[in-house]
């Protein structure tokens, strides 16, 4: 886990007696920098009920970074053994695309698997999670 380093300034000066002339907390030319953890991404995905019309429905999350955030999704399909990725889009926590999964006589299959991430405020990119691989009917 990144974290961003706290710095704490403020001038001191003393008087003839060796002690400060003011307290840091009142001093206005103090600067403070707060530690801010990196945002830190979770997600979940699951084929909604079994049978026809399925649904494979992922949940992100984020701890850490400065609020707004910017969620982003990727899903990669895999069709005869080549893996393909479908680029990053802007989303929000949640993410369902259409995924049969039942079992058909003739049928074709791909597999595929998500990939979320978050931007905070701050322009902080958080870990990159990605799911389990789902199969889909064609």
Request: aromatic letters at 14%; one cysteine or more; glycine letters at 8%.
């Amino acid at each position: 886990m990144r974290h961003r380093l706290v710095v704490v300034a403020f001038a001191l000066v003393t008087c003839a007696c060796g002690g400060p002339t003011t307290s840091p907390e009142s001093d206005p030319r103090a600067t403070e920098y707060a530690l801010i953890p990196s945002p830190q991404a979770t997600a979940s995905c699951a084929v909604s009920f079994p049978g026809e019309n399925q649904q494979l429905n992922c949940l992100g999350k984020v701890e850490g970074g400065v609020a707004p955030y910017q969620y982003w999704w990727q899903y990669l399909i895999t069709r005869n053994g080549v893996e393909e990725p479908y680029g990053w889009f802007q989303g929000s926590t949640t993410f369902s695309i259409p995924c049969d999964n039942g079992l058909y006589p003739d049928a074709e299959y791909f597999f595929i698997k998500f990939q979320y991430k978050v931007v905070d405020a701050n322009t902080y990119e958080s870990n990159t999670v990605t799911s389990r691989t789902f199969r889909c009917v064609d």
